[in-house]
């Protein structure tokens, strides 16, 4: 029998019949893109398993393009999880299964799915579903970033993770930047946020931030790409009216694949916390990410060539939605600090 904390897998057959697990992602984009150290530890930690992704079919081609994962089953948002559950059986079976997600809903959706033995945290009535309930540890000063609540769910089977600085390195930047005079660098903005919008820099300071590039810049043709949803269209419709060409406003319409090429094909991002922001760090893009009511102790962008730019006041971090008195985090970042670290990752990229 095998115990709590260790990983359960056969004694034979290995060679001829890869041992089958499932990880259920995360559903927001951000998430998904912080527990991707998680599954590379996995991975590493066994590279001869089968290893499949079930996911939001928008989050699809991100899982898709890991080298660490070996098949996706993506769902639609409207199946219930009888029907994912169904779904997942179609795949064949699956020898263990790894739940990121807290929710029961999740745990619930990989039960129906017939795999056999379930690893998640110990959350929100779902015990009784998991064969290794998982208690969350107490954050510690070096590891409050929310990529170590996937990474402790990895400890918890027995996997020792040694290279820490392996599992959370990200790929060298898409799209290198060319030395000569003349040329063209690709900026990416993304200046919404769904959360709300205590996490969303002025439009009116991305854009004198643009243009203070561009000042600073003469020998560049800097071309800007706006991102974010559909619900942020208006948003990226605003900012373009504020910045002169070459720009264009994508928010909107792109599929998470599309933006994936997009992101693979700008030289920096200028970014609030957001799932775009978390997405172009993991693909290795530069990212200059802005923070106002939320935390980057926890959410930062994963990687050493990022930089964050936060001012900390009183109330912070307040994780509110909308700021109550006067915004004064976000006010506080002046549009000239905002081009101070473009430059330094324009440099840096020389």
Known sequence: MTAPGQLHEPAGGAETVPYRWLVRSPNPLGDACMSLPAVRALKKSRPGIHLTVTCRDNLAPMWAARDEVDAVIPFSKSLGPLAVGRLIREHGSFDEGLLLPNSFRSALELRLGGVRRLTGYARYQRSFLLHRAVKE?????????????????????????????????????????????????????????????????????????????????????????????????????????????????????????????????????????????????????????????????????????????????????????????????MLRIEPNEVVREMEVLLEAAK
């Open 137 to 329: 540890a107490l954050p510690s000063p070096e590891k409050q970033h929310h990529v170590h609540r996937y990474l402790h769910l990895i400890e918890a089977m027995g996997i020792t993770m040694e290279a820490i600085d392996e599992l959370l390195a990200i790929p060298p930047p898409p799209t290198p930047i060319a030395g000569n005079a003349g040329s063209e660098i690709h900026l990416g903005i993304c200046p919404g946020a769904e959360y709300g919008n205590a996490k969303r820099y002025p439009i009116e300071r991305y854009a004198e931030a643009i243009g203070n590039l561009r000042a600073n810049r003469p020998d560049l043709k800097i071309r800007v790409s706006i991102f974010g949803s559909p619900a942020e269209r208006q948003i990226g419709d605003d900012l373009a009216a504020l910045v002169a060409e070459p720009r264009v406003n994508r928010a909107g319409q792109t599929s998470i694949a599309g933006l994936v090429e997009e992101l693979q094909s700008c030289h920096l991002v200028a970014t609030n916390d957001t799932g775009t922001m978390h997405l172009a760090a993991a693909l290795g893009v530069p990212t200059v990410a802005i923070f106002g009511s939320t935390e980057p102790d926890f959410t930062a962008p994963i990687g050493t060539i990022h930089r964050v730019i936060r001012h900390k006041v009183d109330c912070s971090p307040c994780f509110l939605r909308e700021c109550p008195i006067d915004y004064r985090c």
